[in-house]
């Protein structure tokens, strides 16, 4: 009987040594000390045992009972503090690792620049007007001083969907369209941007589709002077304080005289040779402008002899990729996020 006991407690040490988690130190325990274990089973055997040798085995069984909690217990909590060590490791929180950052879509710089336009504009009282881009011949030429044979129509080349209707060339036709749409000689202070189209090469500095605000201000004893001062204050306006411009003469069917407008260049003012944007010729052509030919007044219903009037008409892209020094227009189609969203 000791000799089993003995037995006992040995394997009892290894199996208890040998546990690896809470669970299998349980199974141990039921199957030593639990009510139909190993342990218990030797007790139940001690009534056949004499008078005298009952006590000393028994002293010895308990002995063994004891001896076998304590190592289970020492294993419990061996084993316990192992899982919290584990949970402490696995769970680790950094707390001074940044957050991550949440990307947020903004308005493409086309949309900033127009808005920003519209926004000088609208401050000196202007309306902003719109017109089809799917235009009727009439509108994008005629009405313009730009009869069926006109040979300036070949400065646009345009995308005809019949022989009366085209995709716009110009933001101009609104110009006819909004004097239209108004009583005669009713003064106009609008522009009008919007997308137009051309049969174009698709190069760095050229696209089949652009954009353009189109100006139109149409009132008694407007001249030439409040187009430039107009200009001139667009420009400081949307390219800075220091921002010039400079007119030269040019030519255009709906206006007389006509100018195209340059702005001084906002990268290095004219002050090195080799600037990307100006290639050092310190001065950037964005717009055509003039006043309004007397006869677009007439065909729309206006008198030049009561009201007078200058227009332009800017490229949009144009303006945006010289105040941010962008080199390629395509950028803007190609919708790379790595262009986008330096804006
Ligand atoms: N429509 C012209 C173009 O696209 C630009 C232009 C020039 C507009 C003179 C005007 C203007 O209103 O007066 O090339």
Redesign the pocket.
Known sequence: MERQIQQLRESAAKLIGAATDLKELDNVRVKILGKKGELTGLLRGMSQLSAEERPKIGKIVNEARAQIEQLIADKNSELKAQDLQNKLASEKIDVTLPGRKIHCGHLHPLTLTLNRVKEIFINMGYSVEEGPEVETDYFNFEA?NLPKDHPARE??DSFYITEEILLR????PV?ARTMQKNPPNTPIRMIAPGR?YRRDDYDASHAPMFT?V???VVDKGITFADLKGTLDFFCKQFFGENAQIRMRP?F?P??EP???VDVSCPICHGKSADCKVCHGSGWLEI??????HPDVLKMSGYNPEIVSG??????VERICMIKYAIDDLRMFFENDVRFLSQF
Do not use: I, K, P, Y
Not at 287 to 292: N, P, T
């Open positions: 313009l400065m646009q060339t110009q933001t101009s110009q137009v353009q189109e100006g139109l040019s255009f709906f206006t006509s100018t195209e717009l055509g402008a003039g006043e309004v200058f227009a332009f008409g800017m490229g």
